[in-house]
C-alpha cells in the first residue's frame, strides 16, 4: 500500500486575546481540520491519527498557547519530531498592542491567563517573554491591534486559502510613521523622500486611492525609479523566502500620515507584484484617521 503524503500542518498561537480563536475559526471555515488548545507533545500523535489511514486529512490547524501551562515547554521536540517526519508545520502568530489586548480583556471582563494576582499587564508581559522565542521563529505574523474581524478574514484567506502553496504570499500595508512602523512588517519602504500633496491644497483631502493624488505622486521623479528597483528587489527576494521555506511576507510602505504617498505607493507596487505572479493583499492601515 502506498504510503500517504504527509498532511499540511498550521500551528496557530500568539498573544491571548490576539485573536487566535477566530484566526482558527476561518481556517476551519477553509476546510482546515481545526484543533483547539492541543498539548503541544502530542502534535505528531495527532498529525499520525488524522493524516494516515484509509482517510486522511491533508490539511490540519492545531491551536496552541500558555493555557497549555508546562506542555508549552515540549513543543519544541514536538516541532523536531514532525519535522523527522517530513512534516513542516507553517506557524502563524497573532499579535497586538499591550494596550489593545488590555482593552479587550477588561471589555469581556474576564483576567488574562497568566495574571495570577497581578494585573492584566503583569500577565501580558509574562506571555510576551515566554512566546518571545516563537514569535521570533514564525512564518506569518499578524497584528490585529486594528483589525476587525472581517479584515482579519480577509488576512487570513489570503495566506491560507490559496489553491499553489508554492507561491510567495504578500499583505502590503500602507501606514503612518507618526502612527508608528506596523509590528508584523517583514519589510519596511519609506515614502517621505517623495513630495507630499498634503501640501498641494486640492488634493489635501483627497488619498492615495483618488486618481489625482495617484498621479501626482507617480510623477514624481523617484517615484518610478523606485518601484523599479523594489519590484526586482522583492523579486529576488522571494526566491530566497520560498527556497528556506518562509512563504508569507509582510511589507509595509510608510509616509507621514499614512493617507497620500504610502496608499498610492502600496497600491501601484501591489499591482506590479501582482503581474509577476506574487499574489497579495494591500491593507491601508492609517487611511481615515486624519
Same mark, same amino acid.
Given at each position: ?9 498550521? *500551528? ?26 492541543? /498539548? ?34 515540549? *513543543? ?11 512534516? !513542516?508545520?507553517?506557524?502563524?502568530? *497573532? ?25 492584566? @499587564?503583569? =500577565? #501580558?508581559?509574562?506571555?510576551?517573554? #515566554?512566546?518571545?522565542?516563537? !514569535? ?43 502612527? =508608528?512602523? /506596523?509590528? +508584523?512588517?517583514? @519589510? ?8 507630499? /500633496?498634503?501640501?498641494?491644497?486640492? *488634493? ?16 514624481? +521623479?523617484?517615484?518610478?525609479?523606485? @518601484? ?22 509582510? #511589507?509595509?510602505?510608510?509616509?507621514? =500620515? ?20 506574487? +499574489?497579495? @493583499? ?9
Amino acid at each position: 500500500m502506498t504510503e500517504s503524503p504527509p498532511p499540511e500542518l498550521i *500551528l496557530v498561537s500568539g498573544m491571548s486575546g490576539a485573536g487566535r480563536s477566530s484566526a482558527a475559526d476561518v481556517l476551519e471555515d477553509l476546510g482546515w481540520f481545526v484543533v483547539d488548545n492541543l /498539548p503541544p507533545e502530542l502534535l505528531p500523535t495527532i498529525v499520525k491519527l488524522l493524516g494516515g489511514g484509509d482517510g486522511p486529512v491533508s490539511k490540519i490547524a492545531v491551536a496552541v498557547d500558555v493555557r497549555s501551562g508546562s506542555f508549552f515547554a515540549a *513543543l519544541q521536540s514536538g516541532l523536531e519530531a514532525l519535522r523527522a517526519r517530513g512534516v !513542516r508545520p507553517t506557524l502563524l502568530f *497573532l499579535e497586538a498592542s499591550d494596550e489593545v489586548l488590555v482593552r479587550r480583556y477588561e471589555s469581556v471582563r474576564r483576567p488574562h491567563p497568566l495574571q495570577g494576582d497581578g494585573r492584566v @499587564l503583569d =500577565g #501580558i508581559a509574562r506571555e510576551r517573554e #515566554i512566546l518571545a522565542d516563537l !514569535r521570533g521563529d514564525a512564518d506569518l505574523v499578524i497584528d490585529t491591534s486594528n483589525l476587525n474581524i472581517h479584515q482579519l478574514a480577509a488576512k487570513i484567506v489570503s495566506a491560507f486559502g490559496a489553491e499553489d502553496d508554492q507561491a510567495l504570499q504578500a499583505t502590503l500595508v500602507s501606514f503612518g510613521f507618526k502612527y =508608528g512602523i /506596523p509590528v +508584523d512588517a517583514d @519589510l519596511v519602504v519609506d515614502c517621505r523622500f517623495l513630495p507630499n /500633496p498634503y501640501w498641494v491644497a486640492e *488634493l489635501r483631502g483627497q488619498t492615495g486611492l483618488d486618481e489625482e493624488v495617484r498621479e501626482y505622486v507617480m510623477k514624481q +521623479d523617484d517615484a518610478l525609479p523606485f @518601484l523599479d528597483q523594489y519590484e526586482r528587489l522583492v523579486q529576488l527576494l522571494a526566491t530566497g523566502y520560498l527556497r528556506e521555506g518562509k512563504r508569507f511576507v509582510t #511589507i509595509a510602505v510608510g509616509c507621514t =500620515g499614512g493617507k497620500h504617498r504610502s496608499v498610492a505607493m502600496a497600491e501601484e507596487l501591489g499591482g506590479r507584484l501582482r503581474s509577476r505572479g506574487i +499574489d497579495n @493583499l494591500v491593507v491601508h492601515r492609517d487611511l481615515g484617521r486624519e
